[in-house]
């Protein structure tokens, strides 16, 4: 893992001698500050900008840092992930390669069904230890914060030990760790065929429990043909808001059920996929502030042909977010750096977009853009700093990671 800077809670410390990509929105651009500096004061940004307008205050008991003239960025942010799964699916990947369909995987004993087994018969501890590696490579990367989501329990007791499986990660590592419940992500074997009864259970008996214990940060739901209906997700989103949790959803991935008009008629924080998002979806979106969660690795893997309608959600200023959607189906992937360079070549994405997708954009879609995502002074000292002479390297580079080192909270 890449050397991580460290400092005693209440210090101050100053980083000098940097080039800065702050990302801010009041900025052009990347928000390029060359000669930059960044002062932190108990693990709160109090000053960036050029090192030349520093306070002579700001120096003061601080431990300074020389860059060396190496670029600082805002830590990354992977806002859409299933990280905290049991076992894998490679022979599913096997079994495609030979040709086999999705129905005849799931006729097998594949897809969702075959996470829900595994992660069932898995205890939290387990799931804690397979988690982590995962959890280990995002961070090698320069990753502060990471969403994870539950929906391979699908019943009250997995899916608890799921989400508090994921804030144990946040323990055992230096990571800002923001849990999705997901109950509304597959129908499982006992409920035998019947999704309006098990959606439900979801909706008055797993969801409200599941607040009540403070597990989730926000609600997840799956609006696809294969999964559930825009009327059933509606119903779990609404008992989302009577909990009090902000809500985002998988939407429009494999057809156009309207799912980015539903996650914008329920204010969702995010809408993910949207391969076959419309320009009413989009522009529904863009009224409500929903964020576009663009996830490159899963078209990959499952070699989806219909791209996300990229040009009209910046026809009408929907913001985009670039996640790994980490899972072990149908994006098995646990890099930032090559997903932000799958998202510039499979669909467009500029490499200003690029980045803001893993820093600003991806904190707004989890709520936390008051919280990091930028350089700014009151945001948390969530950095990353790189071995790099331009921040196109970033995107532009397959397989490397050029990560000099990782401050999370100014440690």
């Known amino acids: ?228 209906s825009p009327e059933q997700i509606s119903r779990v989103f609404d008992a989302a808001k009577a909990a009090g949790l902000p809500v985002k959803l998988h939407a429009d991935q494999l057809s156009n059920l309207h799912g980015a008009e539903l996650a914008a008629r329920h204010g969702a924080l995010s809408a993910d996929h949207l391969e076959y998002t419309d320009e009413a979806g989009a522009a529904a979106m863009a009224r409500a502030g929903t964020v576009a969660t663009i996830l490159p690795g899963a078209y990959y893997f499952i070699r989806e042909t219909k791209k996300p309608p990229i040009s009209v959600f910046r026809q009408h200023g929907v913001r985009m977010a670039v996640a790994t959607d980490c899972n072990p189906g149908t994006s098995p992937l646990t890099s930032l750096l090559l997903t932000m360079n799958m998202a510039a070549t499979l669909f467009g994405l500029t490499v200003e977009e690029c980045l803001a997708g893993v820093t600003r954009e991806a904190a707004r879609a989890l709520g936390l853009l008051g919280k990091t995502g930028t350089l700014e002074a009151g945001k948390s000292a969530d950095m990353a700093i790189w071995d790099i002479e331009r921040p196109a390297e970033l995107v532009y580079r397959m397989g490397f990671n050029p990560l000099h080192a990782r401050i999370w909270r100014g440690q």
């Open 1 to 228: 893992m890449a050397g991580e800077s460290k400092s005693r809670a209440g210090e101050a410390r100053l980083w000098r001698n940097a080039r800065l990509a702050t990302m801010a929105e009041s900025a052009a651009g990347l928000g390029i500050v060359e000669d930059g500096a960044i002062a932190a004061r108990d693990g709160v940004i109090v000053y960036a900008g050029p090192e030349a307008d520093m306070t002579a205050a700001l120096l003061q008991d601080a431990e300074i840092v020389d860059c060396k003239g190496r670029w600082i960025t805002p830590g990354l942010i992977d806002c859409h992930t299933h990280l905290v799964h049991a076992g894998n699916r490679a022979n599913e990947f096997e079994m495609r390669l030979a040709g086999a369909t999705y129905e005849e995987v799931t006729k097998a004993g594949g897809g969702i069904v075959s996470s829900v087994k595994a992660l069932r018969a898995a205890s939290e501890h387990e799931l804690v230890a397979q988690s982590l590696p995962r959890l280990d490579a995002l961070i090698a990367e320069g990753l502060t914060t990471i969403e994870i989501k539950s929906g391979y329990g699908l019943d009250l007791e997995n899916e608890q030990k799921s989400l508090r499986a994921a804030r144990l990660l946040g323990e055992h590592r230096p990571v800002t760790v923001r849990t999705s419940f997901l109950g509304a992500h597959a129908l499982p074997p006992e409920a035998k065929g019947d999704k309006d009864t098990f959606i439900d259970l979801v909706a008055k008996g797993i969801l409200p429990a599941v607040a009540a214990e403070g597990l989730a940060d926000a609600v997840d739901g799956f609006c696809e043909g294969i999964a559930f």
